[in-house]
């Protein structure tokens, strides 16, 4: 045996051989044939082709280090990179490194193309002709007005054909496709394994359940696959509109101050409707594709095979057992849509609550409003909580009604039309045929095929009452998907109307001073700053009209004219600051300003001074980021000056350097919130600066200063205060809240005669009541002796207790209530 195994090993080896002898002596007789030029060209053609295969090898894990260290670098420093495109590019930590993700930004375009789907709505919509509108006057529902509020959706969901959202669309589509045809192979072959198992056929049989695993896996990776894409269409749809809102809500325009403080549309919950209601709203949409169009496709093909295999009768029945079902179930249906919107509003509501008692922490705990603040969250909790039980109540009724129809009633309903070839043969299609058709055959042969065709018609039966079922569910997931639509589209037509200043005239008609009748103008490059005949209104939430301050204010400022604006609380100094940095529209008049924050712009540090999330760095450069920075050609060294003229010098090393992250907001004083506001001045140098009660927390040494540091930088100073100490630091005083009605004004010059009068006029004041002084006391030694008698009967004063040493009556009267206060 040994022998024969080396005979056989030394025979393959010997064939071996020949082959490679034949193969190498063909490869020899080609080169033979070749020239010598090309055999040089070959060899030149591999070395280059491996020389630039590894040099570009090369380059690509250099440029992918340098990629990864560049997105830990911005990670850690909280910035991101400008594309020429006008993209940004943002690193995002992922598993041991980072993310690389480009933002592309809404053009300018395509929010004036979409601003007539949610400002012009047709009218056939069901929404107010011209104007969008909220959920309280168009109720979510199953109408004309949910069509057009999801297909305008849809177009910033799914902006052009070749985009990703509509790729994962057809992808997810042949899926569901895939699915329907697997479900038909099922069917069929169910009938057959069970046919094989009744004929004891036990070599079919085996076969038949071999498909049978091989077919469920398949399958099974098909349905997950389906759930997979369905996860990722909400995801991009999230994606996109999220983004969409961001470039719409976070702009030039401000649109993120004046949704809640001028516009009113959505109120004080913003958050609630781009986070929670967002998410919900795109959930929902992905899971309407899956719900609502397998469904569709299955009750074509389900009914198309029924038809072939029961006849039209069955087909005609079915048809108007799904009429007939739907027509009930879309009549004793509950408003789902509506009560979904008004049940996210309610959550919005008591989700503010708490974000109002976080921001609020400190002044609540001061106050000891701990319970009030409880009965506040529990009485919106307990509405909530009303409500939702509520719509759970209906739902109870809703789903008994629902499951006995789609469950058992289609069940039985299923048994009588499969049993139509049995009884009906003549109305029972290929089933019924194939019964008449053989009339001799053998008994245990026709059963055999009936119940094969019974198993099949059964499959397809609950695979199309499956269909049908979600086909009805989809009526209250439409219903719901109604509900957050609303609510979306509420959010972006509200931003559009911001963003356009496209208020219409609502209510009273002609309003003075409303959001719909603003016709000053803004002017930015100009060198200084200027407001003419510009009257000074509060502004009210639309469509109500505005508070007027100030009737018509007119100044100018020119560079190294240091203003100061003082004036009673309440009279429109903030608000000044507010309409020049275009927080509040101008009715009237012109107001010119710098352009923006900048070397040669305008610059606002607001009462509350904002400390962003990140570190100590980006509190001195905000709102720039650590790559803005080095544009600027600025380092740390620059920081630290400007920390060090702010009189914060000592916080990087106290704090644990530049890197250092923090809750910044509890962690600095009143104080040094306040100078590193100045110091975020002094770092970005413009031309122009408002301060706005921003030393009121610093002492009078250091605010001086602050002051002057920040004159010898260059920069004109508009500071609103209530402290005369500060006159000295500027050249003109506006002074606000003069006559009668306290809307007057006046400009004057600092240090004029009539200021020196004024002042004069006060010293003497003084002097008068100087000179009563002893009079004053006098006074007040007289009631502190009334005060020191103890009145009895008989008016006799009481002897002084025994602690006291002293019992002189001075002692006693010095040691009373009366003298100690």
């Not at 609950?462 to 998907?481: C, H, N, P, T």
């Not at 509890?666 to 590193?676: F, I, M, N």
């Amino acid at each position: 045996m040994a022998a024969q195994s080396s005979l056989r090993r030394s025979a393959a080896e010997e064939a071996i051989a020949a082959f490679i002898d034949k193969y190498l002596g063909a490869v020899r007789t080609r080169l033979s044939k070749t020239s010598r030029t090309a055999r040089l060209l070959a060899t030149l053609s591999l070395a280059t082709t491996i020389i630039l295969g590894a040099e570009g090898s090369r380059r690509w894990w250099k440029a992918r280090r340098e990629e990864k260290e560049t997105g830990i670098k911005l990670v850690r420093t909280n910035s991101w990179l400008h594309n020429k495109d006008g993209s940004r590019t943002i690193y995002v930590p992922y598993k041991d490194g980072t993310a690389k993700v480009v933002i592309n930004t809404t053009k300018p375009l395509t929010f004036e193309a979409h601003r007539r789907l949610f400002l012009n709505p047709p009218r056939v919509s069901g929404l107010a002709g011209g104007a969008s509108v909220p959920s309280a006057q168009t109720k979510p529902g199953l109408n004309l007005a949910f069509l057009h509020q999801f297909l305008s959706l849809m177009s910033i969901m799914i902006p052009r054909w070749t985009s990703k959202e509509a790729g994962l669309l057809v992808s997810h589509g042949a899926f569901l496709m895939l699915r329907t045809y697997l479900s038909l192979v099922v069917a069929r072959l169910d009938g057959e394994i069970v046919r094989d198992l009744v004929a004891g056929n036990g070599k079919h049989f085996l076969w038949g359940l071999l498909k049978w695993c091989g077919l469920g896996g398949f399958a099974s990776y098909t349905n997950a696959m389906i759930k997979y894409l369905e996860s990722k269409v909400s995801i991009a749809f999230r994606t996109r509109l999220t983004r969409y809102i961001h470039d719409l809500y976070l702009n030039e325009n401000l649109n993120y101050y004046k949704l809640s403080n001028l516009d009113g549309g959505v109120g004080q919950g913003a958050d609630q409707f781009i986070t929670q209601d967002l998410t919900l709203f795109c959930a929902s949409a992905a899971n309407l594709y899956s719900s609502l169009g397998k469904p569709l496709v299955d009750l074509c093909v389900f009914n198309y095979q029924l038809y072939r295999s029961l006849g039209p009768l069955a087909l005609t029945g079915l048809l108007s057992n799904y009429f007939l079902t739907a027509s009930i179930l879309r009549r004793l249906s509950p408003p789902f849509g509506k009560l979904k919107a008004v049940e996210g509003r309610k959550e919005g509501d008591f989700r503010s609550l708490h974000a109002r008692l976080i921001a609020n922490a400190e002044e609540v705990a001061f106050y000891g409003g701990a319970e009030m603040e409880k009965t506040f969250l529990n009485r919106e909790f307990k509405s909530l909580k009303t409500w939702m039980e509520g719509i759970y109540m209906l739902k109870i009724r809703y789903n008994i009604l629902e499951d006995f129809i789609l469950k058992y009633s289609w069940s039985a309903y299923g048994y009588l039309l499969s049993s139509l070839p049995v009884f009906l043969p003549a109305w029972g299609g290929m089933g019924g045929a194939a019964e008449m058709s053989e009339p001799g055959a053998v008994q245990g042969g026709r059963e055999r095929n009936r119940m094969k065709d019974f198993i099949t018609n059964k499959r397809l039966m609950l695979s199309l009452a499956d269909a049908g079922g979600r086909m009805m569910y989809s009526i209250k997931d439409l219903s719901e998907l109604a509900g957050y639509t609303s609510r979306v589209y509420t959010l972006i037509s509200t931003l559009h109307r911001v963003h356009a200043n496209a208020y219409y005239v609502r209510g009273r008609e002609n309003e003075l001073y409303s959001l719909s009748d603003v016709q000053g103008t803004i002017q930015k490059g100009f060198d200084g700053v200027r407001l003419e005949h510009v009257p000074v209104v509060a502004p009210a939430l639309w469509p109500q009209g505005g508070e007027e301050l100030i009737e018509s204010l007119s100044l100018i400022v020119r560079r190294g004219e240091h203003l100061l604006i003082s004036g009673p609380n309440g009279v429109g100094k903030s608000a000044i600051t507010r309409i020049i940095a275009g927080l509040w529209p101008v009715y009237r008049g012109l107001v010119s300003r710098p352009k923006e924050t900048g070397m040669d712009g305008i610059m606002f540090l607001p009462q509350r001074p904002y400390l962003s999330i990140g570190t100590l760095r980006d509190q001195v450069i905000y709102p720039d980021g650590e790559v803005d920075m080095r544009d600027k050609r600025k380092n740390e060294y620059d920081l630290r000056r400007a920390l060090e003229q702010a009189k914060l010098g000592y916080l990087p090393d106290r704090e644990g350097g530049w890197d250092t992250r923090k809750e910044w907001k509890d962690v600095l004083s009143g104080g040094e919130k306040q100078r590193l506001a100045i110091a975020r001045l002094l770092y970005h140098e413009p031309e122009y600066a408002f301060i706005d009660e921003g030393t009121s927390a610093v002492s009078s040494d250091v605010e001086g200063l602050l002051y002057e540091t920040c004159k010898e930088k260059g920069i004109t100073l508009i500071t609103i205060s209530t402290r005369a100490s500060l006159k000295k630091y500027h050249k003109y005083n506006l002074v606000l809240g003069m006559g009668e009605r306290g809307d007057e004004w006046v400009f004057e010059q600092i240090g004029t005669e009539r200021e020196k009068m004024h002042v004069e006029r006060e010293l003497q004041d003084l002097r008068e009541r100087l000179s009563q002084v002893e009079e004053w006391k006098s006074r007040r030694q007289e009631i502190e002796k009334e005060l020191a008698k103890v009145w009895v009967e008989g008016g006799d004063d009481l002897e002084p207790p025994a602690y006291v040493e002293n019992d002189s009556p001075g002692k006693v009267e010095d040691e009373t209530p009366a003298s100690r206060l």
